[in-house]
């Protein structure tokens, strides 16, 4: 059993930090933190990249995208992508004049990827299904993307009954 009157009792006892102390501690951390500042715009190479294999993600796997537009090979994929991020990237770049806008800008950004992705997959999809026959076949939009550009267009295509 411990003696209270060991000088390791009573430091145990004592407060940890003075009142005055902790304040400095707190003062110092505002005063630091009123200087920092926070940019979203540019995004970083490391988050462009990110946003890179997200697209050639979706873009070349399966997806509620590729359920109605089928998907597009990995190459091909990510050539897409590369093209709709920097569009994009310049776009919303452009978009505005000050830095104080950059929430603003991030969200031109997303849309413009968002409505590139889209009709990057309609433009493919469209292209699939008009270098069918008219009227004589019916692709599978599941199939789409893997039947166009391919010497060997034996995706699924089933006659109209």
Avoid: C
């Avoid at 697209?55 to 995208?65: G, K, N």
């Avoid at 830095?99 to 031109?108: A, K, N, S």
């Avoid at 692709?139 to 893997?146: A, W």
């Amino acid at each position: 059993m411990a003696d209270p009157e060991s000088p390791t009792a009573k430091d145990s006892a004592a407060p940890t930090t003075e009142p005055h102390h902790t304040q400095t501690q707190v003062d110092d951390t505002a005063a630091k933190l009123s200087n920092l500042t926070f940019k979203i715009w540019p995004p970083t190479q490391r988050t462009r990249d990110a946003v890179l294999n997200r697209l050639v993600e979706t873009l070349s796997s399966e997806s509620v995208l590729s359920k109605r537009y089928g998907t597009i090979p990995k190459e091909e994929a990510s050539a897409a992508a590369k093209l709709i991020e920097e569009e994009a990237f310049s776009v919303a770049g452009a978009s505005f004049s000050t830095d104080e806008d950059g929430i603003e800008i991030l969200q031109v950004y997303s849309k413009e990827i968002s409505k590139r992705m889209l009709d990057t997959v309609k433009a493919r999809a469209a292209a699939a299904t008009d270098s069918t026959p008219s009227g004589s076949a019916e692709v599978d939009s599941n199939n789409v993307g893997t039947a166009v550009g391919e010497e060997d267009s034996s995706s699924s295509v089933k006659a109209e009954d």
